[in-house]
């Protein structure tokens, strides 16, 4: 095996979004700085993040996109993850077989809900360790180590369903974070010791398949919010609403600006006072920067750590989309309190520290040795 090579088997589509294949490019960015070579594995999907991955600077390998009709569903469900993959899972495991046997990598990292023990146990042999990064606790896994980021996870959610000698890494101190954001989190902090809602960040993922940004700047156009409040509104080209969004921002009564394919998030969080967002792996960069937070569940993975966010004060969850003209006007208004907003961004920063990326590699490290 070839201990200096990483290959990551991750989607990302207009159903999927790209929350995986962001947080898949952390980790391989961290492992390229310590001289690491770093290859995907993805399906071409519509949306599928290619050439994100190679401004990166590491290897690609796209498989062929299904053609025969639409993958999924407005939101991931159970019953439909297996449609994400495009092709039944014994195609696409003997398709990444093809490529991963001639790289012999040290690690194969597999993040994607499609897949569970059966395409695992298929990848096995071809690299020395196999990880798995998941957040559904819902299948069994054959792997080395398993990591799950998100907060209100347990070890014994996975009990059952994996391995024996499977290390597990659980919970939001392993986050995958740009080092940005561990950068930024100090004046962000600071920053925060006396702030009133004046900046709002809105980032409803890189697709908004379903345009849930603009049912949010119609409720914000409602609400009481000053005038002067300047609105960051960040989208990914492939968002299919991104022109009727910038159509719809430059029409409102606030200081609006639609920012595309954004690489200074770290920055856009420093400078925010709220941030109103999906209970997604976005959570996160928002939690160590402290930010007060406005979330919704966009799909039905995201139930768990909305609650978990909300209970532990970083966040107010407003559920369903469908809410959004009804609660979170009331909410905003809520947020106009100082100190209301001081409690959240303590709560947020006592989430994580952004040090989860140094952390996953390290327990790499040690098991590759």
Not at 20 to 30: I, P
Not at 31 to 51: M, N, S
Not at 146 to 157: K, T
């Amino acid at each position: 095996m070839s201990p200096n090579t990483f290959v990551f088997r991750v989607d990302a589509s207009l159903d999927i979004g790209t929350g995986h294949v962001m947080r898949c490019l952390t980790l391989a960015g961290e492992l390229a700085r310590q001289g690491k070579e770093c290859t995907f594995v993805c399906r071409e999907h519509q949306g599928h993040l290619g050439d994100l991955i190679k401004k990166n600077g590491h290897r690609l390998f796209l498989l062929p996109a299904c053609i025969s009709k639409k993958l999924g569903t407005k939101k991931g469900t159970t019953d439909n993850y297996a449609l994400w993959l495009g092709v039944p899972w014994q195609q696409d495991a003997n398709q990444t077989l093809d490529i991963v046997a001639d790289l012999k990598p040290d690690w194969l990292v597999v993040d994607h809900y499609a897949l569970d023990s059966k395409w695992e146990r298929l990848l096995f042999e071809s690299a020395r360790h196999i990880m798995v990064i998941d957040d559904l606790a819902d299948r069994a896994h054959k792997c080395s180590l398993l990591l799950d980021q998100n907060l209100g996870r347990i070890e014994s959610d996975y009990d059952g369903l994996l391995n024996a000698d499977c290390k597990r890494l659980i919970g939001p101190r392993y986050a995958l974070l740009r080092p940005e954001f561990e950068s930024c989190r100090e004046g962000s902090l600071r920053r925060r010791e006396s702030h009133r809602l004046k900046r709002i960040l809105v980032s409803l993922g890189g697709i908004d398949l379903n345009n849930v940004t603009g049912r949010l700047l119609e409720a914000l156009a409602n609400s009481a919010l000053k005038s002067d409040t300047v609105l960051d509104i960040i989208m990914g080209s492939s968002a299919p609403y991104l022109d009727a969004v910038r159509v719809q921002a430059s029409q409102i009564r606030f200081k609006a600006s639609v920012n595309v394919d954004v690489n200074d998030m770290a920055e856009r969080m420093y400078l925010a006072d709220v941030s109103i967002g999906a209970a997604g792996v976005t959570s996160w960069e928002r939690c160590c920067a402290g930010l007060p937070a406005v979330i919704m569940i966009l799909a039905e993975n995201q139930a768990k750590v909305a609650n978990a966010l909300e209970e532990s004060g970083a966040a107010i969850s407003i559920g369903d989309p469908e809410n959004i003209g009804t609660r979170l006007p009331l909410v905003l208004a809520n947020l106009s309190d100082p100190g209301r907003l001081k409690k959240m961004s303590t709560a947020a920063a006592n989430v994580t520290d952004g040090k989860g990326a140094l952390d996953v590699i390290n327990s790499m490290s040690l098991m590759s040795r």
